[in-house]
């Protein structure tokens, strides 16, 4: 299994402003992924991130809004950009190493 | 057809009964279908998974149940406990597990009264 780190864990953030999310495993792994939970909802993935290769977006997230950098294979960051108060969510860091792992999450508030 | 089908929306289950949740998938690509378990303010904790190539799998009071033919599989929780309560979500993934992107259902909030 892998150990992942999330920071910060939760923030509340004026409106306009943005906000990098930090993400930290404690070994090497090829498939990082970012996803956005609304409070008692489900999982939606945002982005795909690779090491060494452009973060793959789904459908209705797009990179000038969630730029996510990927520099070396334990680490990657999600930026939240501009934010509204829908950006208020829970952001979920992931890590596939044949099976996904979870980071504890970050709780965003925007106002 | 990137969707899973999630039910029951939420659950109440004696301590010691059985809990079962079901879940439906309509790509036959799917080939992994982890079952995740989140408990307030954390993140989801994978449980038990399974590939189509077997019926069942069960490691201690969890069971999943693959239906290939119908496209289905469910969580069994036997001897349900207090300390089980908790969101579950049933997902999928194709082309070598997951290590591709996961597709998730809906979450079953299940609640074991002592």
């Known amino acids: 299994s892998a150990v992942i780190s999330q920071k910060p864990s939760r923030d509340i953030c004026q409106r306009g402003t943005s906000l990098t999310i930090q993400c930290q495993v404690d070994s090497q792994v090829t498939m990082m992924f970012w996803y956005r939970q609304q409070p008692g909802q489900s999982l939606t993935l945002i982005a795909t991130?690779?090491?060494?290769?452009?973060?793959?977006?789904e459908s209705g997230f797009v990179i000038d809004k969630f730029p996510i950098s990927r520099p070396n294979l334990t680490f990657s960051t999600l930026t939240v950009s501009n934010m509204s108060p829908e950006d208020s969510s829970i952001y979920l860091c992931?890590?596939?190493?044949?099976?996904?792992?979870f980071g504890q999450g970050t709780r965003l508030t925007v106002v | 057809q990137q969707q899973v089908k999630q039910s029951p929306q939420s659950l109440i289950v004696q301590k010691g009964g059985i809990s079962i949740i079901n879940c439906a998938y309509e790509?036959?690509?799917?080939?992994?279908f982890p079952w995740y378990q989140q408990f307030p303010g954390k993140g989801p904790a994978l449980l038990i998974a399974i590939r189509p190539d077997v019926s069942e799998k069960k490691e201690g009071r969890f069971t999943i149940s693959f239906n290939k033919s119908a496209k289905q599989f469910s969580l069994h929780i036997m001897d349900s406990q207090p300390g089980d309560s908790a969101t579950y979500f049933c997902a999928a993934s194709m082309r070598g597990g997951a290590t591709n992107k996961l597709i998730f259902g809906t979450g079953t909030l299940l609640a074991v009264q002592p």
């Open positions: 992931s890590a596939a190493t044949g099976e996904a792992f």
């Open positions: 991130a690779n090491q060494g290769s452009e973060a793959t977006y």
């Open positions: 790509n036959t690509a799917f080939d992994y």
